[in-house]
């Protein structure tokens, strides 16, 4: 189970379909997709990966194995731009 958090350098923006993230550090914005910003909240409220996916599988008629993949790939991006520090 992996569990992120934001930094508190990171700023959000959350619109109901686009978002951005403004990493205070590095002064780069990055532009999130209406599936990024469902991810990005859920992660906000301290939800695992694990707990992610399967409240997006109840919400959206997905293929839970593309879902799996989809999550953990934009939490492996946060963490890759270091927007998000990993809590165990």
Do not use: H, S
């Given at each position: 189970?992996?569990?992120?958090?934001?930094?508190?350098?990171?700023?959000?923006?959350?619109?109901?379909?686009?978002?951005?993230?403004?990493?205070?550090?590095?002064?780069?914005?990055?532009?999130?997709?209406?599936?990024?910003?469902?991810?990005?909240?859920?992660?906000?409220?301290?939800l695992?990966?694990?707990?992610?996916?399967?409240?997006?599988?109840?919400?959206?008629?997905?293929?839970?194995?593309?879902?799996?993949?989809?999550?953990?790939?934009?939490?492996?991006?946060?963490?890759?731009?270091?927007?998000?520090?990993?809590?165990?």
């Amino acid at each position: 189970m992996l569990r992120v958090l934001p930094k508190k350098t990171v700023k959000e923006q959350i619109e109901e379909e686009i978002g951005y993230l403004f990493d205070e550090e590095t002064g780069y914005v990055y532009e999130l997709n209406e599936t990024a910003c469902k991810i990005w909240i859920l992660a906000k409220d301290g939800l695992t990966d694990e707990e992610i996916i399967k409240r997006m599988f109840q919400e959206y008629a997905v293929d839970k194995a593309i879902l799996e993949r989809d999550v953990k790939d934009f939490l492996e991006k946060l963490m890759k731009y270091r927007l998000v520090e990993v809590i165990r």
